[in-house]
């Protein structure tokens, strides 16, 4: 499954009638001059890559060097984000959930594409796609090899339906090596697929 973001080129793709007309809107409003493509990929790349996901990875920066907020963030994660200034719709009904060597989490919504927006921005095309929200729960452990992820066999995976009445954020475990990091420094490590669970924390963002 290809996960690469958002790709305008649809030519050959099958899409639903909802995206046909997002489409055709689009080529519209370029062709009248009211869009600028290239303005609109930048766009879209910030909400999906850097604005949104930077929330979420001062959330888990900040559970990572703080117990007292980890555990908060355990209780009730709305709240827990919420004092960090990321609310709003579609974020509204929060769920931490915490990695651990035995116990990995991954999220799919095999509805649609609920998404915790306030932390995590726009959702992958990925992330919508029919293969993924339908693979995910059947195949998990496949799933996340072909996003380059082989967990040891040891490793429960345990996959979580987002609604629209609750959303999760996928705390991963925190890399060996990195006590000495501040929180800015640690943020840089957590990318955003790793906060839905089909990568590991590690390498800059």
């Not at 996959?159 to 890399?175: C, F, H, K, N, Q």
Request: overall charge negative.
């Amino acid at each position: 499954m290809p996960h690469d973001g958002h790709d305008h080129d649809h030519e050959g793709s099958e899409l639903s009638p909802l995206a046909l007309r997002v489409k055709a809107l689009e080529s519209l409003l370029v062709e009248k001059g009211y869009v600028d493509p290239a303005a609109l990929d930048v766009l879209i790349d910030t909400y999906e890559n850097k604005v949104g996901p930077r929330n979420g990875a001062r959330v888990v920066a900040k559970a990572w060097v703080d117990p007292a907020y980890a555990a908060w963030l355990k209780r009730d994660a709305t709240s827990a984000i919420v004092s960090l200034g990321y609310e709003g719709r579609q974020g509204e009904h929060m769920v931490a959930l915490f990695n651990t060597p035995q116990l990995h989490n991954m999220v799919v919504c095999t509805l649609c594409s609920c998404y915790p927006w306030p932390v995590l921005g726009l959702p992958p095309a990925w992330y919508k796609s029919m293969p993924y929200r339908s693979r995910a729960v059947i195949e998990p452990r496949a799933v996340l090899a072909e996003f380059g992820l082989n967990l040891p066999e040891t490793t429960e995976i345990r996959v979580w339906d987002s609604t629209a009445e609750v959303r999760y954020l996928v705390i991963p475990m925190r890399p060996e090596n990195t006590g000495g990091l501040g929180e800015d420094e640690l943020a840089a490590l957590i990318s955003r697929d790793s906060m839905i669970g089909t990568a590991l924390a590690g390498a800059a963002a």
